[in-house]
């Protein structure tokens, strides 16, 4: 089975920098995803890393440590719009399309003026 | 990109009827989708695999015959909540993959579907 852990929630202010920690066990792996959800809202894709390393996209950033079972997604200049919950999740099978993710608890990002 | 559409957004209905929660993959066809419910600030929990022209694979713990899963084509999956209670009220999210576009585009979600049942 699987299993991910990230902390219930974090809080931070307008235009700071914000990391959002993840880690996880599987009986295999195939890649770190991370998903923003608004409240009321569905889930969007935000990143995903398959190899060690980091993946930037525009203000998110998102790493990988194979070796430590660990991720992190990185908010740099906080936005209020970026007040969400934040998601990690991963997919312990060979990817064919049909199988389904497993998310983490979830970490509720506040961001105040 | 890919777009997955759900219906109802929302509904409320008795205990004890049915409700049916549609969703299309509306430019890309779906082999394979994904159901997930959602309680107030929780996590996404896979409920069940839909596949298309043939049975879908239930989670361990929810009841196939109250949850009644139908892909009968590339682009459409229903699920049917039969025989609602109250603790049946929960956010229900559809969720497929859009196989041309790669791992790097993820798994889009339909807008959820939030049900009340009292």
């Known amino acids: 089975g699987q299993s991910l852990e990230q902390p219930s929630e974090v809080t931070a202010v307008e235009g700071a920098i914000v990391q959002i920690n993840c880690t996880y066990q599987?009986?295999?792996?195939?890649?770190l995803s991370w998903y923003q959800q608004h409240d009321g809202g569905a889930p969007t894709f935000l990143s995903y890393?398959?190899?060690?390393g980091l993946e930037e996209t525009g203000r998110f950033s998102s790493f990988l440590s194979r070796s430590d079972s660990y991720g992190y997604l990185l908010l740099q200049e906080l936005q209020m719009k970026d007040s969400a919950s934040y998601f990690c999740?991963?997919?312990?099978?060979?990817?064919?399309?049909?199988?389904?993710?497993?998310f983490g608890s979830g970490t509720r990002l506040q961001v105040q003026p | 990109g890919a777009v997955v559409s759900q219906h109802p957004s929302w509904v409320i209905c008795k205990s004890g009827t049915s409700v049916k929660i549609e969703c299309r993959s509306l430019d890309f066809q779906a082999t394979t989708m994904f159901w997930y419910r959602q309680f107030p600030k929780q996590s996404l929990m896979l409920m069940a695999t839909?596949?298309?022209?043939?049975?879908?694979?239930?989670e361990q713990g929810v009841e196939k015959d109250k949850f009644l899963i139908n892909h009968a084509s590339l682009t459409l999956s229903t699920l049917t909540v039969t025989s609602a209670h109250p603790e049946d009220s929960s956010f229900y999210i559809c969720?497929?993959?859009?196989?041309?576009?790669?791992?790097?585009?993820?798994?889009?979600f339909g807008s959820g579907t939030r049900l009340t049942v009292v």
């Open positions: 969720s497929a993959r859009d196989l041309v576009g790669g791992q790097r585009r993820g798994y889009t």
């Open positions: 890393n398959a190899l060690d």
């Open positions: 599987t009986s295999g792996f195939y890649g």
């Open positions: 999740a991963v997919r312990d099978q060979r990817d064919t399309g049909r199988r389904a993710l497993t």
């Open positions: 839909s596949n298309e022209g043939s049975k879908a694979t239930y």
